[in-house]
Nanobody, 124 residues
């Protein structure tokens, strides 16, 4: 099991950028598939971005070209760079870890360990 702590959320105007970070402790995440998820009020949690062992990534369609997920093995951390944010990106953003895999996956059901989340609010 690994403990995950997200940071970097906040309030930003539409068109702005934020960088989320997920720090892991208790175990290494360098060999695990990692994902970022978000949940808006009244909506289900959805996968936003995932990175797998070897660096393969995948993104949900609405963030393709605007978000970038990256891993920092030396710091046991994964980040999510978010650019050109519209209000629709508002929500609680969660970091999660799955088992070892070379295939990224956006399905929340495949992840075992979750952080507490960081709020992102984009105003128009």
């Amino acid at each position: 099991q690994v403990q995950l702590v997200e940071s970097g959320g906040g309030s930003v105007q539409a068109g702005g950028s934020l960088r989320l970070s997920c720090a892991a402790s208790g175990n290494t995440i360098t060999d695990r598939r990692m994902g970022w998820f978000r949940q808006a009020p009244g909506k289900e949690r959805e996968g936003v971005a995932s990175i797998a062992l070897g660096g393969a990534t995948t993104y949900t369609g609405s963030v393709q070209g605007r978000f970038t997920i990256s891993g920092d093995n030396a710091k046991n951390r994964v980040s999510l760079q978010m650019n050109s944010l519209p209000p629709e990106d508002t929500g609680m953003y969660y970091c999660a870890a799955a088992g070892t895999s070379t295939i990224p996956d956006l399905s929340p059901a495949t992840y075992n360990d979750w952080g507490q989340g960081t709020q992102v609010t984009v105003s128009s």
